[in-house]
């Protein structure tokens, strides 16, 4: 690849990326030429995940690294590792994310504060090691994965709807601070995507039915809907794009 989305040279970590659509994007970036760090807090299934996407490229451009993304001192120890063995970190993904769908009323608040640190305190202490390095070089893509819940919200996943809003202005912030030392970051606001992890809802008739009426491109988006923009982002043609949150959801937030 060639022009400005060539990445080659350039490596990028995808939290939460053992499967899924931090999976689906971390294959993206490797395939637009970036050494890609997979990670995940499952260390046998994030080794078999580095093991299966190592199988389609070359040696050396795909690596692992198990850390939990909530742990403040994992993540410095993890940013490190990967600036002193795998090379200078250019590409931050925060992919990692988790659900808990109950009623607020029943909502403990244990299960609260998981989610939200989890969809959103990791973005900030991955977000900082990340920069950290980023700044003294003066470059650097920080991508956030943010939800159609960045804007919209639904019964039952509070926390989820919170930390989402939370991670768009998140991604504001860190553009007020980092932006001038030569940082990007932005995030994608995914709609409803088909993956393993949605197949139970894609069966669901009544759930699929809603949703190919909620989306005027009527029909559940893909992993690969995701991967240009995020190679886009992650790219030099994304050099003055900062702060912002690209939906990408078949038009889901623009209708009523």
Request: hydrophobic share 45%.
């Amino acid at each position: 690849m060639t022009g400005l989305f060539d990445l080659t040279g350039r490596v990028a970590l995808v939290t939460g990326s053992s499967r899924g659509i931090g999976s689906a994007l971390a294959k993206a970036l490797a395939d637009a030429g970036a050494t890609v760090v997979l990670n995940g807090v499952n260390p046998e299934r994030l080794k078999d995940a580095e093991t299966a996407m190592a199988a389609g490229f070359p040696p050396g451009r795909i690596h692992s690294v198990a850390f939990d993304v909530t742990d403040d001192d994992a993540a410095a120890r993890s940013i490190r590792w990967i600036e002193d063995n795998v090379g200078p970190l250019e590409i931050l993904v925060n992919n990692a994310g988790i659900q808990h769908r109950v009623p607020m009323l029943d909502l403990d608040v244990a299960d609260w504060e998981r989610v939200l640190s989890t969809d959103l305190t990791s973005a900030f202490l991955v977000g900082r090691e990340a920069a950290r390095h980023m700044i003294g070089r003066g470059r650097g893509k920080i991508i956030n994965i943010c939800s159609v819940q960045t804007d919209l919200a639904r019964p039952t996943i509070a926390p989820y709807i919170a930390a989402k809003g939370g991670l768009r202005n998140l991604t504001r912030a860190m553009t007020a601070e980092w932006a001038a030392s030569g940082l990007q970051i932005n995030a994608v606001a995914p709609g409803y995507i088909h993956t393993e992890m949605t197949q139970n809802l894609v069966d669901d008739e009544e759930f699929n039915s809603w949703i190919l009426g909620r989306t005027p491109a009527h029909r559940w988006g893909t992993v690969e809907d995701l991967a240009g923009p995020v190679v886009w982002l992650a790219s030099d043609g994304s050099n003055f794009v900062n702060g912002q949150t690209i939906f990408i959801d078949g038009g889901m937030t623009v209708v009523v």
